[in-house]
């Protein structure tokens, strides 16, 4: 895997990076073949995407390392000197704002949400693969700190609501970006707006109370596996 570029081929891997990125983004992880890539990066050498990077996963786990190194850098500073362990709001925020800043400032971070969009959806990528690497060790603090803080939630439904939160902060962000190119809106300040009530939206989410149905299927859950 790639995961760190040397500084004789720098550019031309970013460039094949963020081009395989823009093209996963736009059509689908499977859809896209690695010509089209070398094609869209601008490379004479017709074969510099499979040089470089051998197939589509290994290209992948490039692009998730590239943008996740940053997005877990800035997710281990928001923990850093914070008490976070009894407001469950920030640690929501320590989830959702490090994607943001990525998305808003770093070059084709626009691209990025909805790679990740489609990534989530394609059943060639090894999700858990990617999940467990370095570049979520943030993350899985975050989550030990909710797990702490909400204890009195089973194990299982806090798991599930963990993982349905990741998933909604991706999609969400994707469907922000439609805003960015609307000429009716001051998109500074709508996807300020926006962020600000995910952020609301999760954090009640993770917070809601169990219903009787829930329970139900919890203890049919139980039985089958006891």
């Known amino acids: 895997m790639v995961t760190k570029i040397n500084s004789a081929s720098e550019r031309t891997l970013l460039k094949i990076i963020l081009a395989a ?11 896209v073949s690695l010509r089209q890539i070398n094609i869209e990066a601008g ?9 470089h990077f051998g197939n589509k996963k290994t290209l992948i786990n490039a692009i998730y390392d ?11 500073r928001a923990l850093e000197g914070a008490d976070l362990d009894g407001n469950l709001q920030s640690l929501v925020e320590a989830m959702v704002y490090p994607i943001v800043d990525e998305i808003d400032g770093s070059e084709g971070g626009q691209h990025y949400v909805r790679f990740l969009s489609q ?20 993350l899985n603090t975050i989550l030990k700190k ?55 939206c999760l954090t ?10 829930t329970y139900k299927e919890l203890r049919h859950v139980k039985r089958s596996v006891s």
């Open 21 to 31: 990125e823009r093209l996963f983004g736009d059509q689908g992880i499977d859809a």
């Open 43 to 51: 490379q004479k050498n017709s074969s510099a995407t499979h040089y």
């Open 66 to 76: 590239y943008r996740m190194e940053n997005v877990n850098r800035r997710r281990l």
């Open 119 to 138: 990534m989530i959806g394609s059943p060639s990528v090894d999700l858990q693969a990617l999940w467990s690497s370095t570049h979520g060790s943030a």
């Open 146 to 200: 909710i797990e702490a803080l909400m204890s009195d939630l089973p194990a299982d439904i806090l798991g599930q609501r963990f993982g349905l939160a990741v998933a909604q902060i991706i999609h969400a962000l994707a469907d922000r970006e439609r805003l960015r190119n609307n000429p009716a809106i001051d998109f500074q300040k709508y996807g300020a707006l926006f962020a600000a009530n995910l952020v609301d």
């Open 204 to 213: 009640g989410a993770l917070s809601a109370p169990i219903s009787d149905t």
